[in-house]
C-alpha cells in the first residue's frame, strides 16, 4: 500500500505524529479527576521518547492540529534546566522542534531573541529555571517544560510559569522529565488538573542503539538507578540511606548569607577511562554560626588529570575560595602536583581516607539533621546520591563520588579551622 502512494502522501505521513505514537504519547483530554487537564506530566526513561512528545506537541498547537490541539497557540513558553539544554535539546536537538517541523512548518530560530517565530506568527519564548525572575512580564497560553525535577530552582521557576499561563480560554503545559521524587513532581502527581503517563526506555526500544540496550540496560537492570532512569519509576528513599529528601528539603534556602570560608571539596577520579568514575568537585562556605552552606555540584565523569584539575581551580577561582580540600588516597603527592600546575598559588589541603565512606559521611549527615548544613538552591544528581547511599554504599554500586567531595568540604568546614580574613556575598 506504501509503495502505491505518491511523494507527496508519504511525507504528510511521516509528519503525522499521532498516527504513529507510542501509547504514553497519545493524547486524551481527561487528567487524574477525569476532567480537563491543565498539566500533562510525562515521567518516562532515558530514550522513551519524551523530548519527541514535547516537540510534536508543541508542534500540533501552533498549528492547531487534532487530536493535541483544537484551535491554534500562539504565544508558548521553552523552559530548560538551563538556556543551554533548552537550545540543545528542545529547539536544535535531534528530537527538537526544528527536526521534527516539515520545512514549510519550520520556524526561524533567533537566539539572540532566544525565541522561535513560526510562519503563522506564533511565537515561543525559551527560558532558563535556572533565572525564575526571567518568567515575570512575559503571558502565554502554552508551555513545555524539560527535565523539570532536575531545575535548580523548581519551585520558583515553576510558580512564576504559572503566573504567565493566563492567556486563552484554557491555558495548558506539558512536562516531560525522568522522575525524581521532589515535591513538586510529588504535588503535580496528586493535583487533579493533571494527566500523567509514564513510559520506561524498552517502550522506544526500536529507535534505540542495539549497543545502548544491551550494555546499558543490562548493566543498571533491577537496580534504583535504573528503575529510575530506564524504568521511569519514581523511587523513594532507601531505608537504611543517610539523608533522605525530607531533611534535604529542609535544609534547602534560595542564597547563602555573607560567608567567611569557602573550600572546594575534590574527589579526583582514579583513572579518565571510558565508563571510570566521576571527578567529585563540591564547593562550600561558611556563614554565621558555623552554618555550612552547600554552594555548587560542579562534579563531572570523563575528565583527565589536567581536565579534573583545571575544572577545580576554575571553581576556586569564581567563587573566590580560600582552599581546594583534595583527597589524595589514589593519587598521593600527584593529585597536589596536578593542581599547582594549574595554578601554583592555590592552596591545597591533602587528605586522607583512613576510614570507610559510611564512617566520614555519618557526622556530616548529622549536622544535617541539626540544621548545621544548608543547601543554596537544589542539587540533582548530588542529592540522589545523598538519599542512596546505603550501608552498602550506591545501589548501582558506583562510587559515590560527589557525596564524598561533600564530605570533604563539609569537614573541612567544621573541623575548627579559623575564618578567612573577610567576609564575602555570593
Known amino acids: 500500500m506504501l509503495a502505491g502512494l505518491p511523494t507527496t502522501a508519504l511525507r504528510r505521513l511521516e509528519a503525522d505524529f499521532a498516527l504513529f ?9 481527561t487528567g487524574n479527576d477525569g476532567g480537563p487537564w491543565t498539566t500533562w506530566l510525562v515521567l518516562g526513561g532515558r530514550g522513551a521518547g519524551k523530548t519527541r512528545l514535547g516537540a510534536e506537541w508543541v508542534r500540533a498547537l501552533v498549528a492547531g492540529t487534532p487530536p493535541y490541539a483544537a484551535h491554534r497557540y500562539g504565544a508558548l513558553a521553552l ?23 516539515p520545512r514549510a512548518e519550520r520556524p526561524l530560530w533567533v537566539p539572540t531573541r532566544r525565541r522561535l517565530e513560526w510562519p503563522n506568527g506564533a511565537v515561543a519564548q525559551v527560558f532558563s529555571a535556572d533565572d525564575p525572575d526571567s518568567l515575570r512580564g512575559p503571558q502565554f497560553d502554552a508551555a513545555w517544560c524539560d527535565e523539570l ?21 484554557r491555558p495548558r503545559q506539558m512536562i516531560t522529565s525522568t522522575p525524581r521524587p521532589i515535591p513538586l513532581i510529588r504535588r503535580l502527581l496528586a493535583d487533579p488538573y493533571t494527566r500523567v503517563t509514564r513510559a520506561g526506555t524498552a517502550a522506544n526500544r526500536d529507535h534505540l542503539s542495539p549497543v545502548f540496550l544491551e550494555t546499558i540496560v543490562s548493566r543498571y537492570a533491577g537496580t534504583r538507578l535504573g528503575r529510575q532512569e530506564l524504568d521511569g519509576e519514581l523511587i523513594d528513599d532507601r531505608p537504611d540511606a543517610l539523608w533522605s529528601r525530607a531533611l534535604i528539603e529542609t535544609c534547602r534556602v534560595r542564597a547563602a548569607p555573607p560567608l567567611s570560608r569557602i ?13 571510570a568514575d566521576a571527578c567529585g568537585l563540591v564547593a562550600a562556605g561558611r556563614g554565621a554560626g558555623g552554618v555550612v552552606y552547600v554552594l555548587e555540584d560542579a562534579s563531572q565523569a570523563g575528565l583527565t588529570p589536567a581536565g579534573w584539575a583545571g575544572r577545580a581551580v576554575a571553581l576556586y577561582r569564581r567563587l ?41 559521611a555519618e557526622p556530616v549527615a548529622a ?3 541539626q540544621g548545621r548544613v544548608k543547601h543554596v538552591g537544589a542539587f540533582a544528581a548530588l542529592e540522589d546520591e545523598m538519599c542512596d547511599f546505603g ?11 560527589r557525596l564524598d567531595a561533600l564530605v570533604w568540604a563539609v569537614t573541612a568546614l567544621t573541623s575548627g579551622a579559623r575564618a578567612g580574613p573577610q ?3 555570593l
Open 79 to 101: 523552559i530548560g534546566e538551563s538556556e543551554r539544554d533548552a537550545r540543545d535539546v528542545m529547539v536544535e536537538g535531534a528530537s527538537g522542534l526544528l527536526r521534527v517541523s
Open 21 to 29: 505514537a507510542h501509547p504514553h504519547q497519545e493524547h486524551a483530554e
Open 263 to 275: 573550600v572546594v571539596g575534590l574527589d579526583p577520579p582514579g583513572t579518565s577511562r571510558r565508563g
Open 423 to 425: 567576609v564575602r556575598r
Open 149 to 169: 525535577a532536575k531545575w535548580r530552582h523548581a519551585e520558583a521557576a515553576f510558580d512564576m510559569l504559572q503566573f504567565g499561563l493566563r492567556l486563552g480560554a
Open 320 to 360: 573566590d575560595a580560600d582552599a581546594i580540600v583534595a583527597e589524595v588516597n589514589m593519587g598521593g603527592e600527584m593529585v597536589k602536583t596536578v593542581l599547582r600546575e594549574v595554578d601554583a598559588t592555590v592552596p591545597v589541603k591533602a587528605v586522607h581516607a583512613t576510614r570507610g565512606k559510611w564512617l566520614r
Open 391 to 401: 550501608l552498602d554504599g550506591l545501589s548501582s554500586g558506583r562510587s559515590p563520588d
Open 367 to 369: 549536622l544535617y539533621e
